[in-house]
């Protein structure tokens, strides 16, 4: 199975070296997102031999670096594309479960889940994060049937045909609400995969007014709600 690594970086210049070094351990071909980084992460990049890079000019947001991720792999002709964050709360030890239930052939998209199982060591999740995936949790489940323990995990596999069929274009962090919508649409097969929790650095912010919980909520609600009244795409299930 030919799959792809993707990994979006915004000012990763504490972890970015480490982080590409584990996944290197576990896959061959790694796509980093550089996007718009202020710090050395630009630097430690062009050091590292044999991944690939899209750098954007200027920060263009966390959604936009995944679709990018996406449109690489379809154009490279990747079958499968594992994301992945660059801040040490994704394991690249984890890499093989996904390509293993990747393999089984019985999902499109295969999302890690930090609260599926327990794991030894696991950490406590920050009380507004938890609160906030639990309310889009239950949004998704009773507005689209969809029935996951964590909605916004970006340590995922996709088969990349199966992305073909969506029309994304969400730039922020409110992307897992336009995706979920459109994989629902689409019927594309879901399904989790436990993952363990990870909160190396609490203090991390969002930028602006996102840092604000119920900003940040009333943003993530704002873009579900348009996307559901957005006309369906041609591609979509009925």
Wanted: hydrophobic share 40%; net charge negative.
């Amino acid at each position: 199975m030919k799959f792809l690594v993707a990994v979006p970086v915004f000012n990763e210049a504490r972890y970015v070296t480490r982080v590409l070094s584990a996944i290197r351990r576990h896959a061959s071909d790694v796509l980093v997102i550089d996007d718009g980084s202020s710090d050395a992460t630009p630097d430690l990049l062009a050091g590292i031999p044999d991944i690939a890079v899209i750098r954007h000019p200027e920060n263009r947001g966390y959604g936009q670096s995944l679709i990018d991720a996406c449109a690489y792999a379809a154009r490279h002709r990747y079958e499968w594309i594992i994301t992945m964050d660059c801040d040490e709360q994704h394991e690249p030890g984890q890499i093989p479960c996904f390509v293993n239930a990747a393999a089984r052939g019985d999902a499109d998209i295969i999302s890690g889940s930090r609260y599926l199982e327990a794991h030894p060591g696991d950490d406590d999740a920050p009380p507004e994060r938890r609160l906030i995936n639990e309310t889009i949790n239950s949004l998704l489940r009773l507005s689209l049937g969809l029935a996951l323990t964590d909605s916004y995990c970006g340590f995922k596999a996709m088969r990349v045909a199966a992305l073909e069929r969506l029309c994304l274009d969400e730039p922020g962090y409110a992307f897992p609400l336009q995706f979920w919508v459109q994989c629902v649409r689409a019927g594309l097969r879901i399904r989790e995969l436990p993952v363990r929790r990870i909160y190396r650095d609490t203090s991390r912010t969002f930028p602006g007014t996102l840092d604000d919980p119920s900003a940040r909520l009333a943003h993530y609600l704002a873009v579900f709600l348009g996307e559901l009244r957005r006309e369906p795409l041609p591609t979509d299930a009925p």
